[in-house]
C-alpha cells in the first residue's frame, strides 16, 4: 500500500489477497460460534489492564458484515462510566463523534453506521479496531483505505485493540512505514499483547 499526496491509499495486491482470504474465512464462521465467541472477545478485553484509570473516551466501530461485534464492550464500560465514541469519515478522514448505547446512528457509508451529525467531536485514548487479518506482531489489514492508520498516526499517543476471531490470523502482514502496529489483539481464544 503506498499514500498518495492527497492520502488515498493505493492497495497492493498481495495485501488484497490476503484481505479476501481472511474474509472469506471470517464469512464462513458459524453465526452461532460468532456470537457465543463475541461474548468471550468482550470478556477478554474487559480484562485488559487498559481500563484501570482510563477517562475515555473510548471509540468502537459498528460492526458490519460478520466483524466481531463490540457492542457488549461498549456497554459494559458505559456502565462503567466511560464516554464513548464512535468513528465517522468526513472529508476523506476518520474523525470521531460521542455516542452512548441507544442513541441515534445514522448511515455513514461502506455500509457503516455512525453518530448523528450534531454530535460533538471527541478525541479517544482508546480505540477498539475492526479487523479483516492480523499477525501477532500487530499488524492489521482492513478494508484497504487506510482510514485507522491515518487516524492512529493523527491522534498521537493513544491504545489501539484489535478485535476479531481466531480464524482471521495470518502469519505476516506485509506492513509498510505508514502502518500502524496495535497494541493489542483480542480474539475469543486469546488476547495478544503487541506493542
Known amino acids: 500500500m503506498t499514500m498518495t499526496s492527497d492520502t488515498q491509499v493505493t492497495p497492493s495486491p498481495r495485501k488484497a489477497a490476503l484481505r479476501a482470504d481472511a474474509l472469506a474465512r471470517r464469512d464462513a464462521l458459524d453465526l452461532d460460534n460468532r456470537l457465543e465467541w ?7 478485553a474487559l480484562a485488559l489492564p487498559v481500563w484501570k484509570g482510563s477517562a475515555g473516551p473510548v471509540s468502537a466501530y459498528w460492526p458490519m458484515r460478520s466483524e466481531a461485534d463490540p457492542r457488549p464492550i ?8 466511560l464516554p464513548l465514541c464512535l468513528p465517522a469519515i468526513v472529508d476523506r478522514r476518520m474523525i470521531f463523534r460521542r455516542w452512548a448505547p441507544y442513541e441515534p446512528i445514522v448511515p455513514g457509508g461502506f455500509g457503516t453506521l455512525v453518530p448523528a451529525p450534531d454530535q460533538p467531536e471527541v478525541k479517544p485514548a482508546i480505540l477498539l479496531v475492526p479487523l479483516a487479518a492480523f499477525d501477532r506482531r500487530g499488524y492489521r489489514i482492513g478494508y484497504g483505505k487506510g482510514y485507522y492508520d491515518r487516524a492512529l498516526g493523527e491522534l498521537g499517543p493513544t491504545v489501539s485493540i484489535g478485535i476479531g476471531y481466531a480464524a482471521q490470523e495470518i502469519e505476516a502482514v506485509p506492513d509498510e512505514p505508514h502502518d500502524r502496529r496495535l497494541d493489542w489483539i483480542v480474539t475469543e ?3 495478544i499483547r503487541c506493542g
Do not use: P, S
Not at 74 to 81: D, P, V, Y
Open 38 to 44: 463475541d461474548a468471550e472477545i468482550a470478556a477478554h
Open 74 to 81: 461498549l456497554e459494559a464500560l458505559h456502565e462503567r462510566g
Open 189 to 191: 481464544r486469546e488476547v
